[in-house]
Structures are given as structure tokens and as C-alpha cells.
């Protein structure tokens, strides 16, 4: 089965009122209506202890992708601690000297822009559409560009991955399907909002696959959640920022999190987000590795297995499903 790819989702129209007798983007709204308020439906309130402080970058992980691809077993070695440690303690890291040319991520950035940019008659064109059949859009083949350059990323991060689990390197890999792992373009979108403090980007979630590279326009937006709490993220310039996913949680029986993270918006500047998760391939039913539960840890399976397709259904049903799947264990 080939790689199967959407692109240019605008998600923040998911949140236009179901009341709503023609459904009209953010983008039009703000723009075409020049609003200077929000309107009530779309207000969005947090408690107070939900709201996001600041952690000072530093000690959010940064992982070093040239180091992974080392030879010195010492160097090795070491970089796979970091790695364990940065998806059991945060879920999340900055990936720097990842190889992925720079001018192909502003690039991708700039096509995104511009495809949000066309009349919502041209968007709706490319509704349900994959990359196969919109080639010849310029925009269409730097995002292809993209998408296969960023899973070689991730494919290579998952073979670290596998080995701070204590596995062999190829084990995800195999375990996952991933020659026709399930690999998603989502592009986001966040206009302008005359009040951002009433408002969310994008609700918190978990992402569905196993990791998920992101990328943006330099704006910031994005936050994370870190041993109960809210925190920034101000992206190192050209990193991309990694996050653990539902399937690396199930596979690992639960030693690494699928992280919580949410988008807000600001008055200021448009942002753009792309965020690129690699999954297992659909037909792979996914189950804790049987190595993490009959090990030294004794730990038993924490999660009911289940094929990525039927998860990725309850998903797009709305109906929850890490939850449903993951076991009341000790
Ligand atoms: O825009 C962001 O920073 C987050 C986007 C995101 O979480 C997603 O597309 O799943
Ligand atoms: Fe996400």
C-alpha cells in the first residue's frame, strides 16, 4: 500500500458554530468582516490553572539529529539516553542538525501561505484530494518534497527510538509496517484574532501516530503540557519540534507519553503551523511490544490492541480513543 498523504487541512474551520447555516472559514470571517471582537460562539474559556507559564527554553530537550546518525559507539550510546529521556520525561524535543535544507522549510511554509490564500471556491477543489492527483501545482510538489524528506526524519528518529526501548534499530520499523506507514501533511492556519485571551487555535490533543515533526512560522503559539502544566514554546530557529504520539505510548506500554499540546492565537501576526506524523501502516494492529510486558519490569499490557485504521475512524468520529484503549493497570 502506498504512503497515503492528505494536505492543507484549515483547521481552525473545524470550529465554526454547527449552527452555522453556511460554514464560513476563520479567514473569511476575519477578514472579510474586519471583526474587532469575537463572536460568542467561537469563545473558548480556560480555568486559571490551565493557563500557560513559561519554562525557560533551556530545559526543554534538544536533540542533536547528527549525532544519531554517528558512528563513535560512545557518542551513540549517549544520544540514546538523551533520547529515552527526553520521550519519558517531556515527550517533546527540539531536533536540530536534522539535514532538512532550510530554504525546503521556509518553501513549504511560503506554499501553505499561499494555498491559504486562494479563494475558498479554488481550495475546495483540492478537498479530499492526495498528492498523486494535484501535481503540477507548484505548491503540491515542494509539500511532496517535504513530506518525504521529513519521514526519512522521522523513520531515522524511530530507529533511536527502537533502541532506547531496548530494542534492535530496524524493530519499529518492522513492528509498524512503516514501509507503508500512514503519513499525514497537515497545514494549520491561525488568522489574526481581536481576542486572542477568549479564544483557542486548537483545543488541547494528542496527535495519533508514533511521531510528529512540526514546523512554523516563527511566530509562536504552540504549548505543551509538562508534569501538569502549561508551558510556551519558542522554537530554536530551523528546528523542528518532535513530539511523542497515541501509537508510541501503546508500543511502549506506556514508558512514553503521548504528549498534550494546544495552538493559541494572537492579535499580531498570521500563523502558519505544519505538523507532519508518521503512523504505522493502517492494516497494523498495534498492541503493547509482548518484549515490555513480560520483561524485568513485569509491567503488565497496559493498552487493548487495536488495528491503526479502526483508531483513526473512532478518531474522525470524534469519539475518544487513547482513552479507550489504554487499561486501568497498576
Ligand atoms: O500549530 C501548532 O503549533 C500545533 C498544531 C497541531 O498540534 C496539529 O496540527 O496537530
Ligand atoms: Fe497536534
Same mark, same amino acid.
Given at each position: 500500500?502506498?504512503?497515503?498523504?492528505? +494536505? @492543507?487541512?484549515?483547521?481552525?474551520?473545524?470550529?465554526?458554530?454547527?449552527?452555522?447555516?453556511?460554514?464560513?472559514?476563520?479567514?473569511?470571517?476575519?477578514?472579510?468582516? &474586519?471583526?474587532?471582537?469575537?463572536?460568542?460562539?467561537?469563545?473558548?474559556?480556560?480555568?486559571?490553572?490551565?493557563?500557560? &507559564?513559561?519554562?525557560?527554553?533551556?530545559?526543554?530537550?534538544? /536533540?542533536?539529529?547528527?549525532?544519531?546518525?554517528?558512528?563513535?559507539?560512545?557518542?551513540?550510546?549517549?544520544?540514546? !539516553?538523551?533520547?529515552?529521556?527526553?520521550?519519558?520525561?517531556?515527550?517533546? @524535543?527540539?531536533?536540530?542538525?536534522? =539535514?532538512?535544507?532550510?530554504? +525546503?522549510?521556509?518553501?513549504?511554509?511560503?506554499?501553505?501561505?499561499?494555498?491559504?490564500?486562494?479563494?475558498m471556491e479554488e481550495k475546495k477543489e483540492y478537498e479530499g484530494r492526495t498528492f498523486g492527483s494535484r501535481l503540477g501545482l507548484e505548491q503540491g510538489e515542494v509539500a511532496e518534497e517535504y513530506s518525504k524528506r521529513t519521514r526519512e526524519v522521522?523513520? *531515522?528518529?524511530?530507529?533511536?527510538?527502537? *533502541?532506547? +526501548?531496548?530494542?534492535?534499530?530496524?524493530?519499529?520499523?518492522?513492528?509498524?509496517? $512503516?514501509?507503508?506507514?500512514?503519513? /499525514?501533511?497537515?497545514?494549520? $492556519?491561525?488568522?489574526?484574532?481581536?481576542?486572542?485571551?477568549?479564544?483557542? =487555535? /486548537?483545543?488541547?490533543?494528542?496527535?495519533? =501516530?508514533?511521531?510528529?515533526?512540526?514546523?512554523?512560522? *516563527?511566530?509562536?503559539? +504552540?504549548?505543551?503540557?509538562?508534569?501538569?502544566?502549561?508551558?510556551?514554546?519558542?522554537?530554536?530557529?530551523?528546528? @523542528?519540534?518532535?513530539?511523542?504520539?497515541?501509537?508510541? *505510548?501503546?508500543?511502549?506500554?506506556? !514508558?512514553?507519553?503521548?504528549?498534550?499540546?494546544?495552538?493559541?492565537?494572537?492579535?499580531?501576526?498570521?500563523?502558519?503551523? /505544519?505538523?507532519?506524523?508518521?503512523?504505522?501502516?493502517?492494516?497494523?494492529?498495534?498492541?503493547?511490544?509482548?518484549?515490555?510486558?513480560? &520483561?524485568?519490569? =513485569?509491567?503488565?499490557?497496559?493498552?487493548?490492541?487495536?488495528?491503526?485504521?479502526?483508531?483513526?475512524?473512532?478518531?474522525?468520529?470524534?469519539?475518544?480513543?487513547?482513552?479507550?484503549? !489504554?487499561?486501568?493497570?497498576?
Open positions: 500500500m502506498a504512503p497515503a498523504t492528505s +494536505l @492543507f487541512v484549515e483547521k481552525p474551520t473545524d470550529q465554526t458554530p454547527p449552527q452555522a447555516s453556511k460554514r464560513v472559514s476563520v479567514k473569511t470571517l476575519v477578514e472579510s468582516l &474586519g471583526l474587532t471582537s469575537i463572536p460568542s460562539s467561537y469563545s473558548y474559556s480556560l480555568n486559571p490553572n490551565e493557563s500557560a &507559564g513559561s519554562e525557560p527554553d533551556e530545559t526543554i530537550p534538544t /536533540i542533536d539529529f547528527s549525532l544519531l546518525t554517528s558512528t563513535d559507539p560512545h557518542q551513540r550510546s549517549k544520544i540514546i !539516553r538523551d533520547l529515552d529521556r527526553a520521550c519519558r520525561e517531556w515527550g517533546f @524535543f527540539m531536533l536540530v542538525n536534522h =539535514g532538512v535544507p532550510k530554504s +525546503l522549510m521556509k518553501e513549504t511554509l511560503d506554499g501553505c501561505n499561499q494555498f491559504f490564500n486562494l479563494p522521522i523513520k *531515522e528518529l524511530l530507529k533511536g527510538v527502537s *533502541e532506547s +526501548l531496548g530494542f534492535e534499530q530496524s524493530y519499529i520499523e518492522k513492528a509498524m509496517n $512503516l514501509e507503508s506507514g500512514l503519513q /499525514i501533511f497537515a497545514a494549520n $492556519l491561525y488568522p489574526l484574532c481581536p481576542q486572542p485571551e477568549l479564544a483557542m =487555535g /486548537i483545543p488541547a490533543h494528542t496527535d495519533h =501516530g508514533l511521531l510528529t515533526l512540526l514546523i512554523e512560522n *516563527e511566530i509562536g503559539g +504552540l504549548q505543551i503540557q509538562h508534569n501538569g502544566k502549561w508551558f510556551n514554546v519558542n522554537p530554536l530557529p530551523n528546528s @523542528f519540534l518532535v513530539n511523542t504520539d497515541d501509537h508510541l *505510548e501503546i508500543l511502549s506500554n506506556g !514508558r512514553y507519553k503521548s504528549i498534550k499540546h494546544r495552538a493559541v492565537v494572537n492579535s499580531n501576526a498570521t500563523r502558519i503551523s /505544519i505538523a507532519v506524523p508518521l503512523g504505522p501502516s493502517l492494516d497494523t494492529v498495534v498492541s503493547p511490544a509482548p518484549e515490555l510486558i513480560e &520483561g524485568e519490569s =513485569g509491567r503488565p499490557a497496559a493498552y487493548l490492541p487495536m488495528k491503526y485504521k479502526d483508531y483513526m475512524d473512532r478518531q474522525l468520529e470524534g469519539k475518544p480513543c487513547l482513552d479507550h484503549v !489504554r487499561l486501568p493497570v497498576a
